[in-house]
């Protein structure tokens, strides 16, 4: 059974910073492309940033670029989103998406990050 479970979500105060957690079981964790998403109220959800297999190489939506960090432990089976200079527009529900081997996508329930004062 497939598992994606988010944690570190919060309220925080604009520039403030926070640090998701995105920890998969059932999968080959090392097999699969790592994404975070977000969906503001009202919004349809949003492609944040992914960290790719194997090469580890990063990508990042323009919104966040320079702003959010996105790294992997392969022998924790976790995907971290750090970030930080947080601003208002950055609140929402974030969720982790794993893309295996064979294109199957799972993803997680979602965290709730709050920016504001």
């Known amino acids: 059974q497939v598992q994606i479970v988010e944690s570190g979500g919060g309220l925080v105060q604009p520039g403030g910073s926070l640090r998701l957690s995105c920890a998969a079981s059932g999968i080959i964790f090392s097999g699969a492309n790592m994404n975070w998403y977000r969906q503001a109220p009202g919004k349809q959800r949003e492609w944040v940033a992914v960290?790719?297999?194997?090469?580890?190489?990063?990508g990042y939506a323009d919104s966040v670029k320079g702003r959010f960090t996105i790294s992997r432990d392969n022998a924790k089976n976790t995907v971290y989103l750090e970030m930080n200079s947080l601003r208002p527009e950055d609140t929402a529900v974030y969720y982790c998406?794993?893309?295996?081997?064979?294109?199957?996508?799972?993803w997680g329930q979602g965290t709730q990050v709050t920016v504001s004062s």
């Open positions: 960290i790719r297999r194997i090469s580890g190489s990063t």
């Open positions: 998406n794993a893309v295996t081997i064979g294109t199957s996508n799972y």
